[in-house]
């Protein structure tokens, strides 16, 4: 059975960082694409970040330069670091793991930017 659990949410500051991990089990991490999805409530769920089993990346225009994306497929964990945070960053954050033939979703990490 495959999971992805996320950790690393919270409380911060405009302008603060925070950094998002995500584990894999039941699966081999490696051949993954993986990426980050955020939601804010009453908005679809959209995607900020990629990478593919091979390193490549992609970044929404809304974090480019703010937010990287790394793995590392030793430890079976998929990362997500946020600087420059903004209020408009708030929302629930998830991992997505995909093969050609299944997807699998974390349950979520809340990212909260408030002074």
């Known amino acids: 059975q495959v999971q992805l659990v996320e950790s690393g949410g919270g409380l911060v500051q405009p302008g603060g960082s925070l950094r998002l991990s995500c584990v894999a089990s039941g699966t081999i991490f490696s051949d993954l694409d993986m990426a980050w999805y955020r939601q804010v409530p009453g908005k679809e769920r959209k995607l900020i970040t990629g990478?593919?089993?091979?390193?490549?990346?992609i970044y929404d225009d809304s974090v480019k330069g703010r937010f990287t994306i790394s793995r590392d497929n030793a430890k079976n964990t998929l990362y997500l670091q946020m600087n420059s945070l903004s209020p408009e960053d708030t929302a629930v954050y998830y991992c997505y793991g995909r093969t050609p033939e299944m997807q699998y979703w974390g349950k979520g990490t809340l990212v909260t930017v408030s002074s």
């Open positions: 990478i593919t089993s091979g390193s490549s990346t």
